[in-house]
């Protein structure tokens, strides 16, 4: 039940769309004075070495923040979305150098102001151990809590939050197939329990029947809780083999999408400019693309 580890993908073309749009989220909440509550359900370890073995043996991290980054000193415009992306990357790193990547909660923990609370759960034994020696080193305090528990049930007691603003991050392994309807009746139960807080769902795009009923049935969520959404799509396309060759892992994941209920006004123009750019520089072969749509 706990083979999947993030520590495999860091750095990805999926961590790519997702912080890119993680970043945008949070930068326009956070312009509001109140206190903001995140809760991340399904953390893992929060902080990853791109030169690890794990990183170093699925190589995934080459066709997303390396590629990127490489690509991107030869831009001059670059989209302002991306930009702060890699700019939150680089604190992590020194000058020239990428070999650390944020998981979600630090790059949550960059944006918390004082007075701001970031709820984390993971169930990987392995991954939660090294979540919470993660923690420990920000020396937040009380501002950040970390717990080895189910993200989906322990979700229900963080909502409403006491300052009636939470932002909700839902990006489960969906390594059983289960996960798949966890995730929409976890949004369900939240809109009911707070329907003002902004979800943000990430998923893998594969052939699989249940990956892709959940845009729609999220759809169907939202528009039934008569909420806002927006869905994101970023497919990098599959990578050509040279003749002879086996992948070790098989073709892997190409495309993800990002599922937004209430989204900030300003996430849909930021990734208008910059999921073409995103698929211009990540692209790899047959099938690359990008899609964005709104409510």
């Known amino acids: 039940m706990y083979s999947y580890r993030h520590a495999f993908h860091a750095g990805n073309h999926a961590d790519v769309l997702k912080h890119t749009m993680l970043v945008a989220i949070l930068a326009h909440l956070l312009q509001k004075d109140t206190p903001l509550t995140v809760v991340d359900t399904h953390a893992g370890a929060g902080l990853y070495r791109l030169d690890s073995d794990p990183a170093g043996t699925s190589g995934e991290a080459a066709d997303g923040i390396l590629k990127l980054q490489s690509a991107s000193a030869a831009l001059e415009n670059i989209a302002p979305a991306t930009a702060a992306y890699l700019d939150l990357i680089a604190q992590f790193n020194k000058p020239g150098q990428l070999k650390v990547y944020p998981g979600s909660p630090f790059v949550i923990h960059r944006f918390l ?154 996430i849909k123009p930021a990734m208008q400019e910059a999921l073409p750019q995103l698929v211009e520089i990540l692209g790899r072969g047959r099938g690359q693309a990008y899609a964005l749509e709104a409510s």
Do not use: C
């Open 113 to 266: 102001r004082q007075g701001d609370k970031l709820k984390l759960f993971e169930m990987h034994p392995t991954d939660a151990k090294a979540l919470a020696g993660n923690i420990a080193q920000l020396r937040a305090g009380r501002q950040i809590s970390g717990a080895r528990a189910d993200g989906f049930e322990s979700l229900k007691a963080l909502l409403p939050p006491p300052s009636r603003r939470a932002l909700v991050l839902i990006d489960p392994s969906y390594e059983i197939k289960s996960d798949y309807a966890k995730v929409v009746a976890a949004v369900q139960d939240s809109l009911k329990r707070f329907a003002t807080g902004v979800y943000v769902i990430w998923y893998p795009i594969i052939p699989r029947p249940e990956a892709h009923e959940l845009p729609r049935r999220l759809k169907s969520a939202a528009n039934s809780a008569g909420k806002p959404w927006l869905h994101a799509t970023l497919s990098i396309g599959q990578r050509p083999h040279e003749p002879g060759e086996t992948p070790a892992h098989g073709p892997g994941l190409s495309a993800s999408g990002m599922f937004v209920i209430n989204p900030p006004h300003t």
